[in-house]
């Protein structure tokens, strides 16, 4: 399996090699083929959403799952942590428990847009909720896009 690379979700203009075998990344350029976002509360771990092969994967750590194959949920508690699951029948639930998000200093322009933006895993629940969203960013990330 070789390595694809990917944009970094939180840093534009970084961009990383990812061995979806391993979930390790490496410095890279070129066309990115989805995104990656390094998870600032555990050392070295990744989430990705990308295609290879046809076939659009998400992926967090070592985990990949064929985005056709499941359903993902992301739901935010009262305290600001969030849950993100996915669902791949046969299997059980895969969960990752997360901390709440780093807000900073207030901002009156910050809306919806903006939280999608602070929030990978809520923007990729909401990516992966019908096939034809599906469909769209596959069919996109098998194309490739220059970094910004």
Known sequence: ??????????RHGKVWALDPASGLLTPASGRCHGFVHVLPHRTGTVAALYAVDSVLWLQYGEHRWNCEKVTVRHVQQPDGTRTFAVDSPPDPQWQAHLPPPDTGPYDPAYDWT???????????????????????????????????
């Open 1 to 10: 399996m070789s390595v694809t690379v990917l944009q970094d979700y939180d």
């Open 114 to 148: 903006d939280t999608i933006a602070d929030n990978f895993f809520l923007w990729v629940d909401e990516r992966l909720a019908d096939a034809r969203r599906r469909a769209v960013l596959r069919d996109h990330f098998l194309r490739g896009f220059d970094p910004a």
